[in-house]
């Protein structure tokens, strides 16, 4: 079955992880901007990074046949230092209209600081200018339930934010029913410490449906597997469920959501093959 990784950071990849991808069925990935596990230092700092999501990395994952679409931002955890990051948002236009850049994201909380939150409301403001969807990091343990609920508020207090074009990720239990009751997206990332794992991530499908919901393996510098969205297929089918309720979760989902980005040009891999006859 083909799939989508709809958040994983391949920047903090080797190449071998995108040939093993591809040998599982990945055709496409989707790589929000984040921390670089450091602080950086400058806005070029960011420049050179967004070159890295939109250029190398969108070469290196071809080689693979997997196609390659970015998000980008500055995160919650480097939105402490407010004037770095409106020097980032100021800059980001420069890349909007570069292939595969789908949106602004992952922005989101990360301790649900005052920074934090009016950097936030910074880059909705960039994404509603520049028409833009939008894809929202909530944070971890014990922080989620409050950040979640902040994020769903400040969203649905703007009117001009259309619910449709926003994925809210790294849902758990106990905050999925509020991200689709608002009218969101919902993205589970199966991580093998903390977030879902794939066997939570199927609970959680067969209380709520497929509807709306995505599942992502992250893949980032921290404990997490690259190949985590199979392991959820893997699930799903040993519990029965339909081909067609794992391939909407894991490949027409995403191409949804991601379609309403007017860069989004992603081509399956068959009507790649008509092409080329
Ligand atoms: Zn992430």
Redesign the pocket.
């Known amino acids: 079955m083909y799939y989508f990784d709809p958040?994983i950071?391949m920047v903090s990849r080797t190449t071998d992880d995108y040939a093993t991808l591809a040998r599982m069925g990945c055709v496409a990935v989707s790589e929000?901007a984040?921390w670089a596990g450091f602080d950086r230092g400058s806005v070029d700092s960011f420049r050179d990074y967004f070159h890295q999501l939109t250029d190398f990395e969108r070469r290196r994952a071809a080689q693979f046949g997997i196609q390659h679409f970015t998000w980008l931002c500055i995160n919650a955890k480097e939105a402490e230092n407010v004037e770095l990051s409106r020097e980032v948002i100021a800059m980001i236009p420069e890349f909007l209209d570069e292939p595969g850049v789908l949106g602004i994201g992952?922005i989101g909380l990360n301790k649900n600081t005052r920074n934090e939150a009016q950097i936030f409301l910074e880059h909705l403001d960039l994404a509603i200018q520049f028409d833009q969807p939008i894809l929202i990091?909530t944070p971890h343990l014990e922080d989620k339930y409050l950040g979640t609920r902040m994020i769903l508020d400040m969203l649905t207090s703007d009117h001009r934010i259309d619910t449709d074009r926003v994925l809210v990720d790294h849902v758990e239990e106990h905050t999925v029913g509020d991200v689709l009751k608002d009218g969101f997206w919902a993205g589970m990332t199966l991580y093998p410490v903390t977030k879902c794992t794939p066997q939570r991530a199927a609970d959680i499908i067969e209380v709520y449906g497929p509807e709306r919901l995505l599942v992502n393996s992250?893949g980032?510098w921290g404990p997490s597997k690259p190949t985590a969205v199979p392991d959820f297929i893997f699930e799903m089918r040993q519990r029965g469920h339909a081909e067609s309720v794992i391939r909407r979760v894991v490949y027409e989902n995403p191409i949804e959501f991601f379609s309403q980005s007017s860069n989004f040009d992603y081509r399956a891999p068959d009507e790649e093959a008509v092409v080329t006859i």
Do not use: I, N, R, Y
């Open positions: 958040h950071h929000p984040f992952e990091h992250a980032d």
